[in-house]
């Protein structure tokens, strides 16, 4: 098994390198600045507009209440799987991998990717729901593969480029749900539980050519919990994140704040480090300075795609099952969805880190005994000490975030899957991407990693070129919203690609408008 993973880490050496050092940084980031130009900084132009309507809309019944429509979920319940499936290790041990590799000055490049990552993600859900439809079974079904095959593919000579590019995307996803959706996910759960809640028992027997018996049970575990849910479909899916999003992502900014307020001495010297060292790193960065800063922004940019996604064209995929009409509601909720994946939770890790000790910022060393996946389990441990506390809450929340992403992936996934080969053979897939699960538990961390990076470099590809493509929709539909809805002029809606979904839901938009 040795000899096999050591080829697999050779090979996705290769591709990672294409994908993300030669092609996928520029057009990500370039995909996100051509956006935010397009639409006028809506980010900001319009913030007070899509706050109100996404977190100041959160006790609204239009919101939160459940879908009694078929196969639909309320944007509430779209949000949460949504960030059920990008709040996950990506958010932790992500944030410090990019500390460890990058330095400090790597927190800078994943707000500047997640800046411009709000108007990527908010352009997906537009297109999302623009471009969605009914499958056999009455459920909305939109993606990438949608807007790539009927929105490109109906450009002039572009049909079979647009048909092509929709089924690699899907196979891309598939191969993505199985590395960021189940692998990466799982074996950042494993290390941190079997860290923070050592059994010698377990641990010191092996099984299967030197796997830990520990890692093989947690695996299992987490195999039958997934299980449960996912095969009870999308519905059961969005019930659960429902309930376990808000309150984990609440109690782990809580304890970061904590962590955060008692070394305040240690905040401004974080924010000093941040900014400074994403364009003057430190030398334990390694290499002359141009390498330096490429490994610095690289990181930044990597890990801030691992953490929220934008770019990728997976949440869309959930987004499009909203039961929302407007295109541009459901795409301000995209552009929450990267705020608080990054700008909040990545923020609270990385000043952890920074602020507690557990790193140097002179030297770049990590604590004595920590890898990155379990160095804000350190950072924890520095103030919340007695009997490991810390290590044990972030190996709680570890196994909170990491296994609501994979149970979001596992929609994604579904959706890929029906998309290739129709809605009635899901369950094939939902079978196939439980069981990677186990090869999650007994990998190597750096491969699992690295695999998911190659997966999500090669599924953000044929999207981002799919956004640009149908910038000029983008820019249509949401110049038609804001002239109606906050310049009240009397225009009909651009609601869907579809005349007869567009008859339907135009027509009940302006029902509710009298």
């Known amino acids: 098994m040795e000899a096999f993973f050591n080829k697999l880490t050779e090979i996705n050496g290769v591709i990672n390198d294409f994908v993300w050092v030669k092609i996928g940084l520029v057009l990500l980031i370039g995909t996100g600045i051509l956006m935010t130009c397009c639409t006028k900084f809506f980010q900001l132009s319009h913030l007070k507009h899509w706050w109100k309507n996404t977190i100041g809309s959160l006790f609204t019944k239009d919101v939160i209440g459940h879908s009694k429509e078929k196969g639909s979920i309320s944007p509430f319940q779209a949000l949460c799987t949504a960030l059920a499936a990008t709040i996950?290790?990506?958010?932790?041990?992500?944030?410090?991998?990019?500390?460890?590799?990058?330095?400090?000055?790597?927190?800078?490049?994943?707000?500047?990717?997640?800046?411009?990552?709000?108007?990527?993600?908010?352009?997906?859900?537009?297109?999302?729901?623009?471009?969605?439809?009914?499958?056999?079974?009455?459920?909305?079904?939109?993606?990438?593969?949608?807007?790539?095959?009927?929105?490109?593919?109906?450009?002039?000579?572009?049909?079979?480029?647009?048909?092509?590019?929709?089924?690699?995307?899907?196979?891309?996803?598939?191969?993505?749900?199985?590395?960021?959706?189940?692998?990466?996910?799982?074996?950042?759960?494993?290390?941190?539980?079997?860290?923070?809640?050592?059994?010698?028992?377990?641990?010191?027997?092996?099984?299967?050519?030197?796997?830990?018996?520990?890692?093989?049970?947690?695996?299992?575990?987490?195999?039958?919990?997934?299980?449960?849910?996912?095969?009870?479909?999308?519905?059961?899916?969005?019930?659960?994140?429902?309930?376990?999003?808000?309150?984990?992502?609440?109690?782990?900014?809580?304890?970061?704040?904590?962590?955060?307020?008692?070394?305040?001495?240690?905040?401004?010297?974080?924010?000093?480090?941040?900014?400074?060292?994403?364009?003057?790193?430190?030398?334990?960065?390694?290499?002359?300075?141009?390498?330096?800063?490429?490994?610095?922004?690289?990181?930044?940019?990597?890990?801030?795609?691992?953490?929220?996604?934008?770019?990728l064209g997976s949440s869309v995929m959930v987004h499009a099952n909203s039961n929302v009409k407007e295109p541009v509601k459901q795409g301000m909720w995209g552009i929450f969805e990267v705020f608080a994946d990054t700008m909040v939770v990545c923020t609270m890790t990385a000043l952890v880190i920074l602020t507690s000790g557990a790193y140097n910022l002179e030297t770049g060393a990590i604590l004595e005994g920590y890898t990155d996946a379990t160095l804000v389990a350190g950072a924890f441990n520095q103030v919340f000490s007695w009997g490991d506390i810390g290590e044990k809450f972030i190996a709680i929340a570890m196994f909170l975030f990491a296994f609501t992403t994979v149970l979001g992936w596992s929609h994604y996934g579904t959706k890929a899957w029906e998309y290739l080969f129709g809605t009635k053979s899901t369950v094939v897939f939902k079978i196939i991407h439980i069981c990677t699960i186990f090869f999650g538990a007994v990998m190597t961390s750096s491969l699992a990693w690295d695999i998911s990076d190659t997966f999500n470099g090669l599924m953000m590809m044929p999207n981002l070129i799919g956004v640009i493509v149908m910038s000029p929709v983008v820019i249509k539909i949401t110049s038609n919203y804001v002239k109606r809805v906050l310049k009240k002029e009397k225009i009909d809606p651009i609601i869907s690609y579809n005349e007869e979904i567009q008859k339907e839901m135009a027509e009940a938009i302006m029902s509710e408008a009298e």
Request: contains cysteine.
């Open 88 to 311: 996950g290790t990506g958010n932790i041990a992500g944030v410090a991998a990019a500390i460890c590799i990058g330095g400090a000055g790597a927190v800078f490049w994943m707000w500047i990717a997640a800046f411009f990552g709000m108007m990527t993600n908010y352009s997906e859900n537009v297109l999302g729901i623009y471009y969605r439809r009914k499958n056999i079974k009455g459920e909305w079904s939109g993606g990438a593969m949608y807007y790539l095959k009927d929105g490109l593919g109906s450009k002039k000579n572009c049909k079979i480029i647009g048909t092509v590019l929709a089924v690699l995307f899907s196979i891309f996803t598939l191969l993505a749900s199985f590395g960021i959706g189940s692998m990466g996910q799982v074996n950042k759960i494993v290390a941190n539980v079997v860290s923070a809640f050592e059994i010698k028992a377990l641990s010191g027997v092996t099984v299967l050519g030197g796997i830990s018996l520990y890692s093989v049970i947690i695996g299992v575990v987490i195999m039958a919990l997934t299980a449960l849910i996912v095969l009870g479909g999308l519905k059961r899916i969005a019930n659960v994140a429902e309930k376990i999003v808000p309150f984990m992502v609440v109690l782990f900014v809580i304890g970061s704040l904590i962590i955060i307020g008692i070394n305040y001495a240690g905040i401004l010297p974080a924010f000093k480090a941040i900014f400074v060292t994403a364009f003057k790193p430190i030398a334990a960065v390694g290499g002359g300075i141009g390498v330096i800063v490429s490994k610095v922004v690289t990181q930044g940019f990597k890990r801030g795609v691992f953490s929220n996604e934008a770019g």
